[in-house]
């Protein structure tokens, strides 16, 4: 039972039944300081039910609630201010993860039930660039925070190995490419053509039309067309791996849109035998206007199949496939009206489970304040990006800690790590300015800075060699008690975070743990020997098992030395 909890049980036994225990619960707050208590419950809510003013609520609310776990209860004006039995509290939390280690947290709502997230989905043939990171990466994290919670996570890399860009690259292949360049480097030579086409195209419509043409070609098994798509999408799986590698990122499969074109016939089968198809100007939609949406284009005038065709097939499978509980499209904010009308086709052909699927948007990167676009070739390429960060992290290890062993393999989790952690802590809807300066940074909101403290934590506590025991604790500082408080609301930010698909909750929480300790750290002498320096471990212990697995739900590794 975390602290909410704790006071949540206690209110509801004092009011009797006038508010849930659910309500209780969202309208506890935390005060603005210590000296007020650890949580706070306003009685203004029930002052109408009751017809007393909220001061005395309070004082009424004080006379009833049982001390059990608490150090005293007091009405400041309308409030109920708690004060935790913080002793009792510390000793249940820190021997609860001394107990649990990892799994602290751990909770079973899923029930093994599976979460789809489609995530990355980078399109063949263009390089993996920083625009990329966000759905690879939130969504990994994502799957790690559901996967904590008791669900079975599917990974989904839904690649963009389809559509009118491959008529696009293919005339263009046709018109200005040359087979030994391609094959020395595919995906620059690649990225050029694409970008000369896009920029020649905007002058010449018959250019556009050929694109068309060979995309139709594509469809319909043209033997010319599927052979240099083949070559284009084997070369871009190759790059693609390497740098998923480095990543550390996996997926359960890597059905991306060309599965689904024997798929999509059913589909339109589907609408047709629903009443759903109208004709419009040559090609064929389904009419949304009950959800104040536009009509969705199933089918173009000439025949070809659009994203929605492929992503109705995609949903009706992997619905089959897995029987998800949710099913997360981790897919860039502007993709929003898209996903609005794939929801509503679903729904009108029947299928309630579509409220089962939720577009996880995300902001965009941008450099300079400046939007990236791989049309224009204005793109950061995440490769050299990482490879850029590993060397920065390595920089500052040489000069803090040069006899340090595995230098290149702890600067490659720090490297990476600090450009997960930096995208990850910022706010899902948010965009931010790529500055790998700041990234890599071993000090502020960072990701080294996080995995600093963990390591600082796990060099204290073998120099001290110590073993894991139970607890008692009889005397807590202030300084301690602030980070028993954040270890004990671990499980609901966890919770949290999944509810609102946000990791930056975890980043935020890793990052307020790391500061706490590094206070803690300031004032108190750990490793001073006396009759509380088992307890004084103890708790780092906690503190160190708790932000490994908080980097961990991010996909950060935490070396132990740094």
Known sequence: MNEKNLVAQALFNALDGALELEQIEKLIEKPKTSELGDLAFPAFQLAKVMHKSPQLIALDLCEKILPDGFEK?????????????????????????????????????????????????????????????????????????????????????????????????????????????????????????????????????????????WFLKLENGDQEALSLWKWFRDESLLEFQRIYDKLDVSFDSLNGEAFYNDKMAEIVDLLDAGGLLQPSQGATIVNLEKYNLNPALIKKS????????????????????????????????????HFKQLKAVLKEMGYDWADDMEHVSFGLVTRDGKKLSTRKGNIIRLEPTLDEAVERALSQIDSKNPSLKNKETVAHQVGVGAVKFYDLKTDRTNGYDFNLEEMVSFEGETGPYVQYAYARIRSILRKAAFTPNFVTITSLPLEAWEIVKILQNFSETVKRAADKYEPSLIAKYAISLAQAFNKYYAHVRILEENDGLNNRLALANATAIILKEALRLLGVESPEEM
């Open 73 to 213: 209860v007091v009405a400041t004006g309308p409030y109920v201010n708690f004060f935790l039995d913080k002793n009792a509290v510390a000793t249940q939390v820190i021997n609860e993860i001394t107990e649990k280690q990892h799994n602290y947290g751990d909770q079973n709502i899923g029930k093994s039930r599976h979460v789809v997230l489609d995530m990355s989905s980078p399109n063949i043939a263009k390089p993996f660039s920083i625009g990329h990171l966000r759905s690879t990466v939130i969504a990994d994290s994502l799957a790690n925070i559901y996967q904590k919670l008791g669900y079975q996570p599917v990974r989904i890399n839904h690649l963009g190995d389809w559509g009118k860009q491959f008529g696009m690259l293919i005339t263009a292949y046709k018109l200005w490419g040359d087979e030994e360049a391609v094959k020395a480097h595919p995906i620059d030579e690649l990225l050029k053509l694409y970008v000369r086409i896009n920029a020649q195209a905007e002058q010449n419509p018959q250019l556009d039309a050929d694109a068309r043409q």
């Open 302 to 337: 000439d025949g070809a199949t659009l994203y929605i065709t492929r992503d109705l097939a995609a949903a009706l499978y992997r619905k089959r496939t897995y029987d998800f509980a949710k099913a997360l499209y981790v897919v860039g904010g502007e993709q929003a009206g």
